[in-house]
């Protein structure tokens, strides 16, 4: 059995698990993943040591290396910790762990998280499940396992670790706004068992506590609802510009357009008037949690 097959006493049991993989549909996360690749090989060759003697140094079998080496695996961040300090690359390997962290989720996942970082405010109105940014890991794995057709185990996982990494939204300094509306359905339906909901909502208060985050709850009994149309959001940035989607909208289209955006600017801020406040939405949440 080779190293990255039966791990080492450093920890990389499960070195070469799936979820690494390349895809290959996927052509710039691919020739991005090839090219930290040649990288590490060129610091390899300048060190003059071989694939073997490279992988024992850094914890990790030879079959590994030359993968990792031909581009056909994304690098662990362990991986390029130890190749940077086994190679002395002062750090210039280290410093790509989250590009290739990145690498792995989808090429529309990651374009995403991108404009989400970019953000300096985003409104977000749910209707069938909580936005993204809102999920436990435990919640957003129970919605990707009843997907169907079904994912395989391994794209499960990966869809998880790509949800959950967008949600360094909340640590960003300046902090962006983020505004939330979600219906009532969204905060009962038990998706994934009740502890998962239990902890979701637990969750959910405690982004609530954050000074840039107001998360408000459109009750089921709302006899006026301007958001019937469907899930609804808008990114502004820094330059003034934005993007926005709607399902009801311009075909389900994201849009740019000003005219348009005032649009979905105006659909928001109405469906945000009609939910409950934040601080009632807090209450709310709270007297579901303890009904759970």
Excluded at 14 to 28: I, L, M
């Amino acid at each position: 059995m080779s190293v990255d097959e039966a791990g080492t006493a450093r920890g990389n049991a499960g070195a070469d698990e799936p979820g690494w993989e390349v895809d290959p549909d996927d052509e710039s996360g691919s020739a991005l993943v090839a090219s930290v690749g040649r990288q590490i090989k060129a610091w390899r060759e300048s060190a003059g040591m071989r694939a073997g003697e490279f992988g024992a140094a850094i914890g990790y079998g030879e079959d590994l290396v030359f993968k990792v080496e031909g581009g056909r695996r994304i690098p662990r961040p362990e991986f390029l910790d130890r190749a940077d300090e086994v190679l002395g690359a002062g750090g210039k390997l280290a410093m790509l762990k989250r590009e290739m962290a990145e690498a792995r989720y989808p090429k529309k996942v990651r374009e995403l998280a991108k404009l989400e970082a970019q953000a300096v405010e985003l409104l977000a109105y749910g209707d069938h499940n909580l936005h993204g940014l809102l999920q436990t890991a435990e919640y957003a794995r129970a919605l990707f396992e009843m997907r169907l057709p079904a994912y395989e185990p391994e794209a499960v996982e990966q869809a998880v670790a790509a949800r959950v990494a967008r949600q360094t939204i909340f640590e960003r300094s300046p902090s962006p706004a983020l505004s939330f509306v979600q219906e009532e359905a969204t905060l009962r339906r038990p998706l994934g068992g009740t502890m998962v909901l239990r902890r979701q909502l637990e969750h959910l208060l405690s982004l609530s506590q954050l000074r840039q985050v107001a998360i408000q709850v459109m009750p089921t009994s709302c006899e006026e609802h301007a958001g019937m149309q469907g899930e609804t959001q808008v990114l502004k940035f820094k330059d003034g510009t934005a993007l926005g989607r709607s399902e009801g909208a311009f075909n389900g289209r994201a849009v740019s357009d000003p005219k348009q955006l005032r649009i979905l600017e105006l659909r928001y801020g109405m469906i945000r008037a009609q939910a409950l406040t934040p601080r009632e939405s807090l209450a709310f949440i709270e007297q579901l949690l303890g009904e759970t």
